[in-house]
């Protein structure tokens, strides 16, 4: 496997109504700063690109074909789309460079969910027989998750809450966050229960906006005189979509993944988790082996901010930067999809 | 370097308006099983599952791979959603080829499906939208004039579009799976069908189908142990544009021009139209064969109807370079899949596979799919030589 580097990272503000700004509007801006970053002008200079998004967000078929319209493919270039995470978007890039087809690929990820009530639309990702009928929602998902936690004894309210605070503190340092502030656990205990057992602040926020990167073989960023972190593995897996089937309290999909990539061998310094909900960052940490030397998610996570559909690749991203700037040698970015933690990617990074 | 991949499996499910005897899952499952039965593997050989569809309003399902992951016996492997448009069979069969080609696999499933059946293609595509002009037409409003611009600059003669539909069903009803089976098609009948959108009469667009298609595609080592002829994948290319720029060419779209070029190359191909066999080529207005034969440098630029018109691309006249000997897009359009079974189908005519529309000997054969306001283009080609 080559390693391949991540040249350049930027991610929009959190936006919990971004009004009458359009996708290209929202993309736009994002991928001016990774160009600047790369040292590159514009998509020409990359030889793939990829994209993540939802049309349901949108609320229209083909959403991902105005965004299009953000990269200037005229002459025409090479260009894929997944309906997933923008992580997942990476990730055949990724394969593309491992074929030698490619030595460099630019990747963004975009939602607008704020006109929507994303909760009610991600019902629809469910079984459209069995599950979608009922209309159970994202947020309902999590908290039977989080009530058979509670009632394992696995965690308490407080563990969550606790999260919630650290989030909270750390988005305090982050100029994209949504969600920041000094919180106690108490203060956040004293809070009404929304969906319980899960408080407001237990959720992550609905966030409009976008995330790009810039991506390229390790002799490709030499050339480009760069600054880089590296890729050194990543790994996604998926399990039953059947909720009774699954043990909630574990993300299986994520040690399987973890054990992929390799995650327990060496420490890491640093990890970013997809988990857009408090509980789910408890069930992560564990599944992905992480002890209390790893700092997580120093951003604040996407408990402080969700662009959905751009927020796994953000995580990686995030985890890229830092180590770029020196935060730590090796880390771990995590995204995911699907209710519950259906779906999982998890890759590891280095200092150059 | 890229590594060799070919397909050991094709399997397909019959295409037909509902497919009201299965669920979603139950259809993707049936072409699933084909692939492997074809392949002669079973559901834990698989490494890893690649699924592409169109958009997801054409069921009403969000990211349907999730709930289809236990159907494609995906559950604790990666599973990855494509979607590029009407392009999406051809991309998602590219992706999946290369996780193979990257070495990071050694055998994967791709599949890719649309059930029709479950909402209105053409009110899926037509919703307004707050920031741009409202179509209100489906893709055949959408590509009628400019079908009527490509008439007018080539003085095409008025019943080329008629002969392709003809032709395209005669190839279909040699196929079981075709949706549309129409043995006794006349000339006549198409000119008398209802015009839809000038000069698209009904029987020159194509139906609106249930259906999915699988393959199986694997490594060298485990391609030269596969029981039947691998295909191996000597070319692919994508390319995509915007819809809309100041100046575009829509009749023929330079992504399509610069993908052919790219696909060919990779191939060792210098005259298309000597150098391959038979082509599968993504037609879902009559119009577009003669359109798609010069985009893809079978034919000088206005000249495209003229091998149209004279038997060249029909199975049934003996025609030297075979289009749709599976009845193409115009006899068979699940929409997400159909730039895939472009791409089995061209898999199949270079395994000796392709029983009633089988093209003799044929060694080398271009699957090609195109998307969006024909922007977005996939095409590969596949051999039964390594080369």
């Not at chain 1, 205990?189 to 237990?202: C, N």
């Not at chain 2, 139906?207 to 070319?235: H, K």
């Not at chain 2, 290319?237 to 993908?259: K, L």
């Not at chain 2, 370079?321 to 997400?336: E, H, R």
Request: aromatic letters at 8%; one cysteine or more; proline letters at 5%.
């Amino acid at each position: 496997m080559r390693d391949v580097a991540i040249v350049a990272y930027a991610q929009s503000d959190c936006q919990g109504n971004a009004g009458a700004q359009n996708e290209v509007e929202l993309i736009m801006p994002v991928l001016q700063e990774v160009y600047k970053q790369a040292g590159i002008t514009n998509v020409q200079d990359v030889d793939f690109t990829c994209s993540g998004s939802c049309d349901y967000q949108q609320g229209a078929a083909f959403a991902f074909v105005s965004g299009v319209d953000a990269l200037g493919a005229v002459p025409p270039i090479k260009e894929s789309h997944v309906e997933m995470d923008a992580a997942w978007a990476l990730y055949e890039a990724w394969l593309k460079i491992q074929t030698g087809q490619a030595e460099s690929a630019l990747l963004y990820g975009f939602g607008k969910s704020s006109p929507g009530e994303l909760p009610i639309v991600l019902s629809q990702q469910l079984d459209p027989y069995y599950l979608a009928p009922l209309w159970v929602d994202s947020i309902a998902f999590a908290a039977m998750q989080a009530r058979m936690m509670l009632e394992k004894g696995l965690i308490t309210e407080a563990d969550m809450a606790e999260v919630v605070a650290r989030s909270r503190r750390n988005a305090l340092a982050n100029p994209h966050a949504q969600l920041k502030g000094e919180f106690s656990v108490e203060q956040l205990l004293a809070e009404p229960m929304y969906e319980s057992p899960l408080r407001k602040h237990d959720c992550c926020p609905v966030s409009d906006g976008a995330c790009a990167m810039v991506i390229c073989t390790v002799e490709k960023a030499k050339e480009w005189g760069k600054p880089y972190a590296v890729i050194k593995g990543i790994d996604h897996r998926i399990e039953t979509h059947h909720i009774g089937s699954r043990d909630l309290t574990r993300s299986v999909s994520t040690e399987l993944a973890a054990e992929a990539v390799g995650v327990g061998n060496g420490p890491v310094d640093i990890a970013e988790l997809y988990a857009p909900f408090s509980h789910q960052e408890i069930i992560l940490k564990k599944a992905l082996g992480l002890n209390n030397d790893t700092v997580v998610n120093a951003s604040g996570g996407v408990l402080a901010g969700n662009l959905m559909m751009a927020s796994g690749l953000s995580r990686i991203g995030e985890v890229a930067m830092r180590l770029i700037k020196g935060e730590g040698k090796r880390g771990v970015a995590h995204a995911t999809s699907g209710p519950a933690l259906q779906q999982n990617l998890v890759t590891v990074l280095e200092a150059q | 370097m890229a590594q060799l991949a070919a397909v050991v499996g094709v399997g397909q499910t019959k295409y037909k308006t509902k497919r009201k005897d299965v669920s979603i899952a139950g259809l993707v499952r049936e072409a699933a099983q084909n692939a492997l039965d074809n392949a002669g593997l079973t559901w834990k050989d698989i490494d890893a599952v690649i699924l592409g569809k169109a958009p997801d309003m054409f069921e009403g399902v969000i990211m349907p791979e999730l709930y289809l992951t236990d159907a494609l016996g995906c559950n604790g492997k990666p599973m990855l959603r494509v979607h590029t448009a009407g392009s999406v069979g051809g991309s998602t069969a590219i992706v999946a080829a290369s996780y193979v080609q990257s070495g990071v696999f050694q055998r994967v499933l791709t599949v890719s499906f649309e059930k029709q059946s479950e909402s209105n293609a053409m009110w899926a595509l037509s919703n307004p939208q707050p920031f741009s002009p409202h179509l209100n037409a489906g893709a055949g409003g959408y590509f009628a004039p400019i079908i009527r611009e490509y008439v007018r600059r080539s003085n095409a003669p008025y019943d080329a579009g008629i002969k392709v539909a003809v032709k395209d069903r005669l190839h279909g009803a040699r196929n079981p799976l075709a949706h549309l089976q129409l043995p006794e098609i006349t000339m006549k009948e198409v000119e008398d069908s209802p015009m839809l959108w000038e000069p698209l009469r009904f029987l020159e667009a194509c139906p609106s189908s249930d259906g999915a298609c699988a393959m199986v595609i694997t490594n060298e080592e485990l391609a030269s142990q596969s029981p039947g002829t691998p295909a191996w994948i000597r070319g692919t290319a994508m390319r995509s544009e915007p819809t809309m720029y100041a100046g575009r060419e829509q009749v023929n779209p330079q992504a399509g021009i610069d993908c052919a070029k790219d696909v060919y190359k990779q191939a060792g191909i210098t005259d298309p139209r000597k150098d391959l066999d038979c082509a599968e080529v993504y037609v879902p207005f009559s119009w577009y064969e003669p359109m798609w034969l010069e985009n893809l440098g079978f034919a000088d630029v206005g000249k495209g109807w003229e091998l149209t018109m004279s038997g060249a691309t029909s199975l049934d006249e003996n025609g030297d370079i075979p289009w749709n000997p599976s009845g193409g897009v115009l006899s068979s359009n699940p929409i997400g899949a159909s730039g895939m079974i472009r791409f089995a189908e061209a898999a199949q005519q270079v395994r000796g596979q392709a029983g009633g529309h089988q093209v003799d000997g044929a060694k080398t054969a271009l699957g090609h799919a195109y998307g969006g306001g024909a922007q977005f283009y996939s095409m590969w080609v596949v051999s039964s030589e390594k080369g």
